[in-house]
């Protein structure tokens, strides 16, 4: 889900081949944008009434208008996009071509002028046409880390020209399938097929440690104000809670507290919300 104003969200609809526009205070739907076949991700270009949505069965990715309710332009792309991600300043997106075994860049500068049919394609990278690439993670450093299903190490890409600059190694063919960056130059990346967190050194481009999680660890997100990091397990129907606060992340010294909170069926996102305490008055 994308958040949008006026307590709206966007969600991709594969089955209806569209974005839903949702009412989150009184929880109903209140639209349905026609897009390309089968959506799979979007993300909301900052600073703009723009969403981008990767159509995985139509390789390509919409533009829609989101004041329109409507596609208001299509980039055709690799075969079988399957994440969005946006750069800090929304002049750029990166789009991970699943199928296609690469990663292109999308120049958004157009959309600053009202003019979503001239988006295109700035650079593209192949990674091998068996890579599946899943997933994006820019890093604060600059380059940014792509995860891989099908390769034992993750390839570290300049967003500015798109080169592979270095490649961080794997402990097997794990499947990476969500990374998150910490402070302190540290990246957490969950290994589907092992069961673990890599914790991925930004300086040195090398594993650092290991942290055993569950079966089949799938997204993961980190609680900035106490460093606490929170895993879907979707086998075990449970949430994976790991407390890195005060753990060195440098080595394997020490232990994380860890935890696993049963939840429902087969969860594979999560997000952490701040929400302010009620006022009280007398």
Same mark, same amino acid.
């Given at each position: $889900?994308v958040m949008?104003g =006026?307590g709206q969200?966007f +969600?991709?609809?594969?089955v209806?081949d569209?974005?839903?526009v949702?009412d989150?205070?009184?929880r109903?739907?209140?639209?349905r944008i026609k897009v390309g076949?089968?959506p799979?991700?979007?993300?909301?270009? &900052?600073?703009?009434?723009?969403? #981008?949505v990767? =159509? !995985?069965g139509a390789d390509? +990715?919409?533009?829609v208008d989101?004041?329109?309710? $409507?596609e208001?332009?299509?980039v055709?792309? %690799?075969r079988?996009?399957?994440?969005v991600v $946006?750069?800090?300043?929304g002049?750029?997106a990166y +789009?991970?071509?699943?199928g296609?075994g690469?990663?292109?860049a999308l120049?958004?500068?157009?959309?600053?002028?009202?003019?979503p049919d001239v988006?295109?394609?700035a650079?593209?990278t192949? #990674?091998g046409p *068996?890579?599946? &690439?899943?997933?994006?993670l &820019?890093?604060?450093?600059g380059?940014?880390l792509?995860l891989?299903?099908?390769?034992?190490r993750?390839?570290?890409?300049?967003?500015?020209s798109?080169?592979?600059m270095?490649?961080?190694?794997l402990?097997?063919?794990g499947?990476?399938?969500g990374?998150?960056e910490?402070?302190g130059?540290?990246? #957490?990346v969950t290994?589907?097929?092992l %069961?673990?967190?890599?914790v991925?050194?930004l300086l040195?481009?090398? +594993?650092?440690?290991l942290?055993p999680v569950?079966?089949r660890p799938?997204?993961?997100v980190?609680?900035?104000g106490?460093?606490?990091?929170?895993c &879907?397990l979707?086998?075990a129907?449970?949430l994976?809670v790991? *407390?890195?606060?005060?753990?060195?992340l440098? =080595?394997?010294?020490?232990v994380p507290?860890?935890?696993?909170?049963?939840? %429902?069926?087969?969860?594979?996102s999560?997000?952490?919300?701040?929400?302010? !305490?009620?006022? #009280?008055s007398?």
């Open positions: $889900m949008g =006026n969200g +969600v991709a609809s594969s209806s569209s974005v839903g949702i989150l205070t009184r109903r739907t209140l639209d076949w089968a799979s991700s979007l993300a909301r270009v &900052p600073e703009t009434e723009y969403l #981008l990767c =159509n !995985a390509s +990715v919409s533009v989101i004041s329109g309710a $409507m208001a332009g299509r055709v792309v %690799g079988e996009p399957r994440e $946006m750069s800090p300043g002049q750029v +789009v991970c071509e699943q296609a690469s990663v292109c120049d958004l500068t157009s959309l600053r002028c009202g003019r988006v295109s394609v650079w593209r192949s #990674l *068996h890579a599946q &690439p899943r997933a994006l &820019p890093t604060s450093f380059p940014a792509v891989c299903r099908t390769t034992d993750l390839p570290v890409i300049d967003l500015a798109g080169r592979v270095a490649e961080v190694a402990p097997g063919f499947g990476p399938s990374a998150v910490l402070e130059g540290f990246a #957490l290994l589907e097929r %069961g673990v967190i890599a991925v050194d040195e481009w090398s +594993v650092t440690r942290i569950g079966p799938r997204g993961i980190v609680d900035p106490d460093r606490t990091v929170y &879907p979707p086998l129907r449970g994976a790991v *407390h890195l606060d005060g753990v060195d440098s =080595n394997e010294d020490g507290q860890f935890e696993s909170v049963r939840v %429902g069926s087969a969860p594979r999560v997000t952490v919300v701040r929400c302010a !305490a009620p006022s #009280l007398v």
